[in-house]
């Protein structure tokens, strides 16, 4: 009888620590591993986007796992390519989250993209966390369970448009845009900021997304010989717009916005990118004066000795080291709603000289703009004012 009754203890305390062990694996989160899912183009012509935040995010959690995890748990990561299609993007996510092993969606890429993929999160109350668009309806704080890492469109197309004018005394101002959420979204920062200062757009010009069909755009654009082109494309058609452009000797100043991955766009364009000015949303990935920078460097080293530091890793890697600082945030069991209220609760996040700020009314994260531009030998170098171009 005693026999049978500690048989039926022991099965009794098994039973209970299965149910609690699925019970955490349901949000992703077992005794030694927190898991996160991430869309985002691993394929096709917006690859190297998706391939570098995917690289940023490993890097910062074999760092974090590296010394000793978080509360004692290593942090996973687990990727599905959507090949920048929302269709596809949809698909990838309810995968995701019905499989129950993700605590949240991390490092997504796009506007489309994220705007098909983020309700669906936000319905099963999962964060959406650290996507790779500065499109302002993620930035709605009403939606508690989206946080951005990164500053929005609107805040890259005022800073565009301020240099455009002071710096360059421009007049006329033209747009060529991805024909989609992304590309009314910068379309829509750009009239803004043109607007505050009493002007129009000079022209519009847009493309189909996925494809590198853009000589439409660039006969309308030319046609108004704008002193500059603001440029809200993925890097391969940006790229094709203006190799076509200086063949036909069109040479306004070309402003590309941060989503076009400067790094990728530069090598598309070749040499005859020189000159072509992109906004960036991170601190120069070569300045290791900055401690992010510098920590950012060796972990990518670390898990990828051969890569080259980028904007777009850099990015990814900020998003991976912001989600284990929240996460060490939290003062009990680690759940979506208690990752959510420890970045709400936490307000400011330090990581190593680079500010992310959160609070009620707030899920923006970072504000900072900086100006990048492409050098003659496909490097970037980094400048407070925009320089004059010639030719």
């Given at each position: 009888?005693?026999?049978?009754?500690?048989?039926g203890t022991f099965l009794g305390l098994a039973l209970v620590a299965f149910t609690a062990s699925q019970t955490r694996a349901e949000n992703g989160v077992t005794p030694d591993k927190i898991v996160f899912g991430q869309v985002a183009a691993l394929d096709g012509p917006a690859a190297a986007l998706g391939q570098g935040m995917r690289d940023g995010l490993q890097a910062a959690f074999a760092a974090a796992n590296q010394a000793?995890?978080?509360?004692?748990?290593?942090?996973?990561?687990?990727?599905?390519?959507?090949?920048?299609?929302?269709?596809?993007?949809?698909?990838?996510?309810?995968e995701l989250i019905d499989s129950g092993k993700v605590l949240a969606l991390i490092g997504s890429v796009g506007t489309p993209t994220s705007a098909a993929v983020q309700p669906i999160a936000t319905e099963a109350g999962i964060p959406f966390v650290g996507a790779l668009?500065?499109?302002?309806?993620l930035r709605d704080a009403s939606k508690s369970g989206v946080i951005n890492v990164r500053a929005s469109y609107f805040q890259e197309t005022e800073i565009m448009v301020e240099h455009l004018t002071k710096d360059l005394g421009a007049a006329h101002v033209a747009i060529f845009y991805q024909d989609d959420a992304y590309g009314?979204?910068?379309?829509?920062?750009?009239?803004?900021?043109l607007d505050k200062r009493g002007m129009t757009l000079a022209a519009e010009g847009l493309y189909e997304r996925n494809t590198t069909a853009v000589k439409g755009a660039l006969l309308a654009i030319r046609k108004a010989t704008p002193d500059a082109v603001i440029m809200i494309g993925a890097y391969k058609p940006t790229a094709e717009f203006i190799k076509l452009a200086r063949q036909v000797k069109f040479a306004p100043t070309f402003v590309s916005i941060s989503f076009v991955g400067a790094d990728a766009l530069a090598k598309e364009v070749g040499p005859v990118g020189a000159g072509v000015i992109v906004t960036e949303v991170v601190p120069f990935p070569e300045d290791t004066s900055i401690g992010l920078v510098a920590r950012y460097q060796a972990a990518l080293k670390a898990t990828q000795p051969d890569a080259r530091p980028g904007f777009v890793s850099l990015e990814g890697y900020m998003v991976g080291r912001f989600i284990a600082a929240a996460l060490d945030k939290i003062p009990g069991d680690i759940t979506r709603q208690a990752l959510i209220e420890a970045v709400t609760t936490t307000g400011q996040f330090n990581l190593d000289g680079v500010a992310l700020t959160y609070g009620a009314g707030n899920n923006r994260g970072s504000s900072q703009v900086f100006l990048t531009v492409i050098q003659p030998d496909g490097s970037l170098k980094p400048v407070d004012t925009l320089p004059k171009i010639s030719g």
């Open positions: 009888m005693r026999y049978r009754s500690l048989v000793g995890g978080v509360k004692g748990h290593k942090l996973e990561l687990i990727s599905v390519d959507d090949g920048y299609e929302p269709t596809k993007s949809v698909a990838a996510a309810r668009t500065g499109a302002e309806f009314q979204a910068g379309l829509a920062g750009v009239k803004r900021a």
